[in-house]
Every structure is written in structure tokens, then in C-alpha cells.
């Protein structure tokens, strides 16, 4: 089963930063919180993933709280191409182990 | 990133008959593939793990006779839908696995939409 737990959609209007709730209260330790994104038909694409530190890549920014109870995906310009459903998950980085997805947030970029 | 290429992307067959999807990792070397299905408006349903040399992991709930999975190389894995029904008509969406240890990605394919009319 899922670990974390998504509002199913938000709407952001374009060049705004999207900002992209999850939470996932009983995570471990050893367990890391990964992004990914599906646009309409396509398949899931990475997005960026981190353990306990904010991470920033050329895509987004993550945030993770302290408690690493939560933590926030952030589009700093989002733009049309951006709507996709977002997918928040929690998984242990090591060895095959598997990506569960729960329901995601369906972003909407609008114009 | 790596690149996962799935074939076909899109296949119509008739009930009763079998449909075979091919997932390639194209630049890397991949022991576990993962196996997705995706209905309409819903998330993606992990349905197996495929490993390289060895049976697939099924989900429960998941019919191993119905969905054949093999996975004779490093970098393919096949899933066969065998008698198909209109009800297995499906997006389906595979993901392999790049690296070792603890510093694994995964990488999708770009999903089969399978329709059995």
C-alpha cells in the first residue's frame, strides 16, 4: 500500500511557483521520498528524490520537514507543459525495491 | 536519464487471443523490471516484479497464468496478456531498474494502451 497521502488536485496559473503538499507520517529512516510526474498517456518520469536534506536539480526543489513527516515539491515557474499528475512516494534506496504509487495531485497549469 | 522502450504502444486484438509487450532498457543493464497496469482516471498498480534468470514476483491479486512475464536478459522483459478479454483492455507500463546498491533508479517506458475488442 501507499505511504503518503496527496491532495487529488490543485490548480497554479502559469510562471507562478507550484507548490505540491504530501505527507507521509510513518516513514523510516532508511526511506527516501521520491517525485515523479505523469503527463496524459505517457509514463511516470523522474523528478527528484531526497532522504532528509532540501534537494534542487534543474527541475523542481524538494522540501522535506524536520520530522521528515511531510514534505513539499516545488515548480519555481511552472508552465502549461507542467500539467501532469504528480506522484508522491516513499521507498527504501536500495537493492529492486519496488515503487508503489498512490493517487497523486493532479496539477493544472493554467494560462 | 536512462532510456526504457516499450513495444508496441498501442495494439487492438480480438478476444481470446494472446498480446505480447516488449520493455527494453536501452542503454543500461537491468536486473528487476517492474510491471505496471493503469486503468482510466486511476493510478498505477504495481502487477509484478520481473527479475533477470529467475520467475517473476507477482502481486496478490495478479494472475501469473494470465500474465506471463519473462525476463531472459539484461535488458528485456516481456509481458504476455494470453486469451485476452475486453476487460484487460488497459494502459499498460513497465520500469526497469539502473544501478546497484543503494543508489538504484527507475526509469519508465512510455506504456502500451491495449484494447480487446
Known amino acids: 500500500d501507499a505511504k503518503t497521502t496527496q491532495p487529488p488536485s490543485m490548480d497554479c496559473a502559469e510562471g507562478r511557483a507550484a507548490n505540491l503538499p504530501c505527507n507521509h507520517s510513518?516513514?523510516?529512516?532508511?526511506?527516501?521520498v521520491y517525485w515523479y510526474r505523469q503527463i496524459h498517456s505517457q509514463g511516470p518520469q523522474y523528478i527528484i528524490h531526497?532522504?532528509?536534506n532540501n534537494e534542487t536539480n534543474e527541475m523542481a526543489s524538494l522540501i522535506i520537514t524536520e520530522d521528515r513527516k511531510s514534505s513539499t515539491l516545488i515548480l519555481p515557474h511552472a508552465t502549461l507543459r507542467d500539467t501532469a499528475v504528480y506522484y508522491c512516494i516513499v521507498r527504501v534506496d536500495q537493492g529492486a525495491q519496488k515503487l508503489v504509487f498512490g493517487q497523486g495531485t493532479r496539477l493544472t497549469i493554467n494560462p | 536519464g536512462a532510456v526504457v522502450s516499450q513495444h508496441p504502444s498501442r495494439v487492438i486484438c480480438k478476444s481470446g487471443t494472446s498480446v505480447k509487450i516488449e520493455c527494453r532498457s536501452l542503454d543500461f543493464q537491468a536486473t528487476t523490471m517492474f510491471w505496471y497496469r493503469q486503468f482510466p482516471k486511476q493510478s498505477l498498480m504495481l502487477m509484478a516484479t520481473s527479475n533477470e534468470g529467475s520467475k517473476a514476483t507477482y502481486e496478490q491479486g495478479v494472475e501469473k497464468d494470465k500474465f506471463l512475464i519473462n525476463h531472459a536478459s539484461l535488458t528485456l522483459s516481456t509481458l504476455t496478456v494470453t486469451s485476452a478479454h475486453p476487460e484487460d483492455s488497459s494502459f499498460y507500463i513497465c520500469s526497469a531498474l539502473e544501478g546497484t546498491g543503494g543508489n538504484t533508479e527507475a526509469f519508465f517506458g512510455q506504456g502500451t494502451r491495449l484494447t480487446v475488442v
Open positions: 531526497g532522504l532528509k
Open positions: 510513518t516513514i523510516s529512516g532508511n526511506e527516501y
